[in-house]
C-alpha cells in the first residue's frame, strides 16, 4: 500500500508540472500569436516587399529659339547580375565572356569573377556601358551565352553642342553639369534644380527571391512628375562665336582667363554668357580629378577690377546731382599729380581743356578725376555722391542673375572707410 500511494503522488507531480509546462508554452505562444502579431506580420512582410522610387525624367534646356538643345536627358544601361543563380562554373564562364566586352584588365577582371561568385542575390557590375556594349551582352542574352544578367536603363544628362574651344562643351560654366546623383552642379543645372528634376515616382510591392520586382504586384505611391523644361535668353549661334573669339583672345594675348557677356540693347536680356577656360560638361567627372577650378564660374562667383566702365557712373552722378553738364569743360593735362600719386591718362598726352561728354568719349582719367572732384564742396560730399549712385545702379550687391553661386562686388563705403582723395580720383 505504502509503495502505491508513493507512485500516486510522483504520478500527480508528474501531471502538474506538465500542466505548468503546457500553460507555459500557450502563454508564449499567444505572446507570438497575439501580442506580437503585427510586429511579426510587418517584419515578414519587409522581407517580401520593397519600395522602388525612379527619378523623373530630367527637363530640356534650350536655348531662345526653342530649337536648339543646350542639355538634354539619355539613357545608358547599368548592368547587373544574380550571382544566387549561378553555380561556380556558370560564373567563371560568364566572367570570361564579360571581359573582352567591357574591355577589363586582369584586376578588374578578377574582381568580377569574384563579384559573379560571391552568391549575392544581386550585384552590380558596370553602371555605365557604352551603347556597344549594350548591344553586345543584349545579343549574348539573347542567344544563351550570357545568362542572369540584366540591362538596367540609366538616366544620363548629354551637353550635345561642342564649344568654341578644344575639349569644352557649349556654355559649359554658365549651364553647369548633373552629377551622378541626379543633383544639379553650378550654373542653371543647379539653379533650376528643382524645376528640371521634376518628383521621382514611388513604388511598393513584392519582390521575388533575388530582390527583384513582380510585375504584376505592385502599387503606386507617388506617380511623380517629369521635370520642367526650360528655354533661356541665350543665342546658340551668338555664344559658339563668342567662346571662339575668347578663346582666340585667350590665345593671342596669353591670358590666364577670359569672360565676356552679351547683353540685348532692347530688354537687357542675356544673349551670350562664356568665359575660358571652359571645359567638357559630359566629362565633369574627370575635370573634377584634374581641374576642379573650371567649374568655377568667373563672371558671377569671382570679384574684378571693372576698369573704364566706373567712368559712366561718375557721370550718372554728375548728371543726376547737376554738378555737371555734357559741356563743363575740364583741362586735361595727360597727367594729374594727387599728392605723391599721379593719375596719368592711357596715351599719358595732354588733349587741353575739352567738354566733359568728349573726356568721357575718349575715356580721358584725367578728365573723370577732375570731375569727380566736383560732385560735392569736399572730398568726404563727392565720395558719398558717388557711392549712392553705386548703390542706385546696384554696384557691390548681387543682380539676382538666375545661376548659382552669384557673389557680390566688393566695395568700400565711405561712411565706414572714409576716402582719399587719390581713392576719388580711382573710382
Known amino acids: 500500500m505504502l509503495g502505491r500511494t508513493d507512485r500516486r503522488w510522483r504520478l500527480v507531480a508528474l501531471l502538474a508540472a506538465l500542466a505548468i509546462v503546457a500553460a507555459a508554452l500557450g502563454a508564449r505562444l499567444s505572446y507570438w500569436t497575439v501580442a506580437r502579431s503585427a510586429d511579426l506580420s510587418a517584419r515578414g512582410a519587409a522581407q ?22 543646350l542639355a538634354m536627358t539619355g539613357y545608358r544601361d547599368l548592368l547587373s547580375a544574380y550571382p544566387s543563380e549561378l553555380t561556380a562554373s556558370e560564373a567563371d564562364l560568364i566572367a570570361s565572356r564579360l571581359t573582352p566586352l567591357l574591355d577589363l584588365g586582369a584586376a578588374a577582371a578578377a574582381g568580377l569573377r569574384a563579384q559573379l561568385r560571391s552568391g549575392d542575390p544581386y550585384v552590380v557590375l558596370d553602371h555605365q556601358l557604352t551603347p556597344a556594349q549594350s548591344e553586345a551582352i543584349r545579343a549574348g542574352l539573347q542567344d544563351g551565352s550570357l545568362q542572369q544578367l540584366a540591362l538596367e536603363p540609366q538616366p544620363l544628362r548629354i551637353y550635345p553642342d561642342p564649344g568654341g574651344a578644344p575639349g569644352t562643351s557649349l556654355a559649359s560654366q554658365l549651364l553647369g553639369f548633373v552629377n551622378g546623383q541626379g543633383q544639379g552642379q553650378y550654373g542653371v543645372e543647379q539653379r533650376y534644380q528643382s524645376a528640371l528634376a521634376g518628383r521621382p515616382e514611388e513604388t511598393r510591392g513584392l519582390v521575388d527571391i533575388a530582390g527583384r520586382p513582380l510585375v504584376d504586384a505592385q502599387t503606386v505611391i507617388e506617380a511623380g512628375q517629369a521635370g520642367a523644361d526650360l528655354r533661356l535668353t541665350i543665342d546658340a549661334g551668338l555664344q559658339l562665336q563668342l567662346e571662339k ?183
Open 48 to 69: 517580401l516587399e520593397q519600395t522602388e522610387i525612379t527619378p523623373a525624367q530630367r527637363g530640356t534646356i534650350f536655348d531662345r529659339s526653342g530649337t536648339t538643345i
Open 245 to 427: 573669339e575668347l578663346y582666340a583672345a585667350r590665345v593671342a594675348d596669353g591670358a590666364t582667363s577670359a569672360s565676356a557677356v552679351i547683353l540685348s540693347p532692347v530688354d537687357g536680356s542675356v544673349l551670350a554668357w562664356a568665359s575660358v577656360p571652359g571645359y567638357d560638361a559630359n566629362a565633369y567627372a574627370s575635370v573634377a580629378s584634374s581641374d576642379p577650378g573650371r567649374f568655377v564660374d568667373p563672371i558671377v562667383s569671382q570679384v574684378y577690377e571693372p576698369g573704364s566702365v566706373m567712368k559712366m557712373f561718375v557721370a550718372a552722378a554728375g548728371y543726376g546731382s547737376g554738378k555737371i553738364a555734357p559741356s563743363t569743360r575740364f583741362d586735361d593735362g595727360g597727367s594729374l599729380r594727387i599728392g605723391q600719386y599721379t593719375v596719368y591718362d592711357a596715351d599719358h598726352r595732354p588733349m587741353g581743356v575739352i567738354p566733359f561728354e568728349k573726356g568721357i568719349a575718349y575715356s580721358r582719367n584725367v578728365v573723370a578725376s577732375r570731375a569727380a572732384f566736383t560732385l560735392g564742396p569736399s572730398v568726404a560730399a563727392a565720395a558719398r555722391t558717388l557711392f549712392a549712385t553705386w548703390q542706385t545702379f546696384g554696384i557691390g550687391a548681387p543682380t539676382g542673375v538666375d545661376v548659382a553661386d552669384e557673389v557680390g562686388g566688393l566695395v568700400d563705403d565711405p561712411s565706414v572707410h572714409p576716402w582719399a582723395k587719390i581713392d576719388l580720383a580711382n573710382r
